[in-house]
């Protein structure tokens, strides 16, 4: 018999072949049983193999995953992917089937580099404790990094892969899912996977959770300008964690962290607004006239007063100004202008500000009581950002007097200026903890001029014994997201403020 010409007998035979090798009919099956996914299987070292099970008539996904974390260099779990490349988003409900087990057991939605257990990656993690973060490791080997969302136990997630940067969304109870303000530069490359997982963070054990309404979908194409949102974070400089205090649409900037760390200052739309740690709804501080408040405002060693730099008055030209904490008259200290506060001495007897002189920018001080101020920078090109160190024997500044604008130190009557950092890149708005063993900066690429808004940046920290520098954090930002002092009062912790283009 001509089997070309008998096709039952050509399906007969491949099903026959198809049982014949080992193995081979379960992952067919198992290929044909997980919806919108390609396949699945566990990464790294675990002592259970994960499974998932595929509901085709409430398109869920129950998935079992065993393994002993997903941080630090290695990573265990159960994945279920399928690859793609080019811009992605994966949306779903996520839920354990039990409340038992480690407290840090995680539901994932992932886009992920590789298969292997110490790929680059970027997903959001629902913990059983309700914590949930933005993780990612944005190069191979290296350690995970979280950003820490201020929305506990969301019910629905979202993860959006936009050219270059990922963004995190969350829904609650409702179903609403809004701009959380986690947002990482993408460490993917070509094609990459995407898909849902869990880890029982307990190698001796397996956990289950399903992950309902899913949405793997290509977003659309942005209509009209993006929409800008800022995001208040803070992070721990011992473990780079980061955490959201904050986000609201448009932009705010430059934190203060009052001395006795129970809130936030910030600038936006010409006002200042105190915002509570643990807060939602920031509030205005009454400033009087002063009403074109710009990023350039700090509080005094005692915690009294409050500088501002302001734009209402003497044809719009910024200039410092004194007022009560909580609010009140503002008084004059600059009377040449433009002047932008930076920094109080130690003792609160004098301000540190720069001045546009002559056409040249320059750091002075001025006694806060009222007198002449005093020029002590005279170097060509712009010198900005003085601020105190805690013991007042330096102010620290930033100076492109080298060709690239890098932080320098001088004492408080201008002598001794020396270099402290020297790189590739461009330093700004150096600012020592109130302990006096860090400092951090705000570094720009090479090739920025000025400290513009809306730049791949990084937040960089020194320790000042050994002058080693590492990275606190990398984000989209820059002006707005450390111009002023913001450590917190016990030196472990530092504010700063992200962006987001959403559109």
Known sequence: MNSRKNPSLILICAVALICCVPGLAAA????????????HGDVGTVLHPGAVEYDASTASYAISGSGANMWFATDAFHFVWKKVSGDISLTADAAFTTKTGNSHKKAILMFRQSLDEDSPYVGVA???????????????SVNTHEVQSNILAPTRLRLVKRGDYVYLWLGGPDGELKVSGASIRSPLRGTFYVGIGVCAHDKNVVEKAVFSKVELTVPPAPAGEPKLH???????????????AYVAPGRFEAPNWTRDGAAFLFNSDGHI??????????VTIDTGFAVRCNHDHGISPDSKWLAISDQSQNEHRSQVYVLPIDGGTPRLITEESPSYWHGWSPDGATLAFVGLRNGDFDIYTIPVAGGKETRLTTAKGLDDGPEYSPDGKYIYFNSERSGTMQIWRMRPDGSGQEQITSDDFNNWFPHISPDG?????LTYEKDVTGHPENKNVKVRLMSLADNKVTVLATLFGGQGTINVPSWSPDSKKLAFVSYQLIP
């Open 28 to 39: 067919q099956t198992a290929r044909a049983t997980i919806g919108q996914f390609e396949d």
């Open 230 to 244: 800022g995001t208040l974070e803070t992070v721990a400089i011992a473990s780079t964690d980061r955490h959201i």
């Open 126 to 140: 629902l913990h059983l404790s309700g914590m949930t973060s933005l993780q990612y490791r944005d190069q191979k």
């Open 273 to 282: 607004l105190r915002l509570p740690v643990g807060g939602d709804t920031p």
């Open 437 to 441: 063993r860090w400092m951090v900066f």
